[in-house]
Nanobody, 121 residues
Framework: VQLVESGGGPVQAGGSLRLSCAHS????????MAWFRQTPGKEPEGVAA??????YYADSVKGRFSISRDIADHTLYLQMSNLKPEDTALYYC??????????????????RGPGTQVTVS
């Protein structure tokens, strides 16, 4: 199982970015897939998660971020709009077998990628 993120970079406040996570090794439709972000010295924060028709978002990104996946293309996306300086972080995708659920961000995820840096100024 491999997860590789891309699409990060510098962006001005109010701008948009779309992150991608290419994954291989399993049928992703059976997995809860999620985006987390982390800044130095802080615990990872769950940003968004999805499995089937269920999607979940952190309050801090609701209405600005959108998670989606292309199962046939084995890619998970995070569309980020109206970015703020506080969105600056290393963003990484993660997966776990099974459902997500409302407490998804506290669950143990089996795999994660190295991450892609997003810097909002």
């Amino acid at each position: 199982v491999q997860l590789v993120e891309s699409g990060g970079g510098p962006v001005q406040a109010g701008g948009s970015l779309r992150l991608s996570c290419a994954h291989s090794g399993y049928p992703s439709s059976r997995h809860c897939m999620a985006w987390f972000r982390q800044t130095p010295g802080k615990e990872p924060e769950g940003v968004a998660a999805q499995r089937d028709a269920a999607t979940y978002y952190a309050d801090s990104v609701k209405g600005r971020f959108s998670i989606s996946r292309d199962i046939a293309d084995h890619t998970l996306y995070l569309q980020m709009s109206n970015l703020k300086p506080e969105d600056t972080a290393l963003y990484y995708c993660a997966s776990r077998v099974g459902m997500c659920g409302p407490n998804w961000s506290k669950l143990r995820f089996d795999s994660r990628g190295p991450g892609t840096q997003v810097t909002v100024s």
